[in-house]
């Protein structure tokens, strides 16, 4: 509830702010997933400080004023009404994406001028006009769950943060007293709240979505361009692109520019954070398995799948996102090319390494152990430091280590070396670092 406090001041702030300066619009929109804890934040809100509440949920916008108020036949009536009040009021609308014309009833927010202020709840960011105040309410991170419960695995906080996407509602189904294979069990049970919120939200979202379920399942499994999701689903490119289109407004995808094959830019499309790769990889071609409860083997063998599909992707992103942010500190004299793609998932000598760069009096190497099981081995590094020491010594390379698991002694050791970082994953739950998670 601190989180929803917090929020709560923001929209108090902002709300005496207008009523003393008459300052703005007078309309602040809050935006955030579902599952974020918007609604909540209203009614606690109301309940606090006063107000109203009113949502557009399975209703349409034209016969809503009289559902808000029975003797209000139409919005002119409705926000007469609400001028009539002696106090001014804090108004929440919510449900604002819900599918109907609220054209007419936006054109009338007008009407309240200094009278009230009102907050409108978007499940989506782009629905929010380009200078209009807005209050985006952000996911839950792993350091936020160890503050809570001392006692938690740090891996497992990262594991219930990557298969969450870090939305409050989906991570409040995990007893954090319990074992992460404990948790999986219940998360993928018959009829979890885990696995009926992808379904619940795709039909909120879309008409049909049994054929936006398929090109979610087309992206699962590699096919990311719009040429290999119409040769999956059957779909005409143009179809494809229609809704694509509307996956990317909606949340559910990302677009990437990457060369292919040929050497040319072409747009990739993938699954946009790890919920949905769990749901559509994991799940959603498997639903005949789960109808009864995982045993200890099937758990087992469960967690060890979602760290491959999601664990160690959200750890890479962690990394990738530190690495470009602080090579500075001790890659100095160089600039980091990071569009340089030939400079990525390189070979060196027989070893595979994340990145790399030569420069004129330094060459720099990146390697992420990504095993939540294993921390960066003894062994992996020396293989590193042999390949990559063949044309130049030890002392002129800058090396950036990074692992999941606690790191062997000998690769400790090579942190009082001037020109050796190790991050391992408790690193990124210090005060510093824990801001990291929040920009990923």
């Not at 909540?40 to 109301?46: C, D, E, I, M, N």
């Not at 606090?48 to 139409?74: E, T, V, W």
């Not at 804090?90 to 907050?119: E, G, H, P, T």
């Not at 500190?329 to 070979?347: A, F, R």
């Amino acid at each position: 509830m601190k989180r929803i406090e917090e929020y709560e001041k923001e929209i108090q702030s902002a709300a005496s702010e207008h009523f003393n300066r008459h300052t703005g619009s007078g309309v602040m929109y809050l935006c955030g997933k579902s599952g974020m804890g918007k609604t909540l934040l209203a009614r606690q809100y109301v309940k606090d400080h006063g107000g109203l509440y009113f949502s557009f949920r399975n209703l349409d916008a034209a016969l809503a004023p009289r559902i808000f108020f029975p003797d209000c036949s139409n919005w002119d009536a409705f926000f007469q009404k609400i001028l009539e009040t002696k106090n001014r009021p804090v108004i929440f609308f919510d449900d604002m994406d819900d599918r109907n014309d609220k054209d007419i009833f936006l054109d009338k927010l007008s009407l309240l001028k200094d009278s009230a202020f009102v907050v409108l709840i978007y499940r989506r960011e782009s629905q929010i006009p380009e200078k209009a105040k807005a209050l985006i309410m952000k996911p839950l991170t792993p350091p936020d769950l160890c503050r809570e419960y001392k006692k938690l695995d740090q891996k497992d906080a990262l594991r219930i943060i990557a298969m969450t996407d870090g939305i409050p509602a989906l991570v409040s189904l995990f007893r954090l007293d319990l074992s992460f294979e404990e948790n999986i069990k219940n998360r993928f049970a018959a009829g979890s709240l885990y696995l009926r919120y992808a379904e619940e939200n795709l039909r909120r979202e879309f008409r049909s979505p049994e054929s936006y379920n398929t090109l979610l399942y087309g992206l699962a499994v590699g096919c990311n361009r719009i040429s290999q999701l119409a040769e999956f689903s059957g779909y005409p490119k143009n179809k494809c692109d229609k809704y694509l289109k509307a996956l990317d407004a909606a949340g559910y995808i990302e677009t990437e520019q990457k060369k292919d094959e040929n050497g040319q830019v072409r747009t990739h499309y993938f699954l946009k954070g790890g919920y949905l790769r769990v749901w559509y990889q994991l799940y959603f071609p498997r639903q005949q398995d789960f109808i009864d409860q995982l045993d200890e083997e099937a758990a087992k063998e469960m967690v060890f799948r979602i760290d491959d599909c999601v664990t160690k992707y959200y750890f890479r992103k962690l990394c990738w996102h530190w690495f470009f942010k602080n090579t500075s500190l001790y890659y100095s004299g160089y600039l980091v090319d990071k569009d340089n793609p030939k400079q990525y998932d390189v070979t060196v000598n027989g070893v595979p390494l994340d990145f790399i760069q030569h420069g004129k009096d330094r060459d720099l190497y990146m390697k992420i152990w990504d095993d939540p099981e294993i921390g960066f081995p003894k062994d992996v590094f020396q293989r590193i430091e042999k390949a990559t020491t063949t044309t130049r010594p030890f002392y002129d390379n800058v090396y950036y280590l990074f692992s999941i698991g606690r790191v062997c002694n000998y690769v400790e050791d090579l942190r009082k070396l001037g020109t050796v970082a190790v991050v391992e994953l408790r690193s990124f739950f210090g005060r510093n670092n824990s801001e990291h998670f929040k920009d990923l």
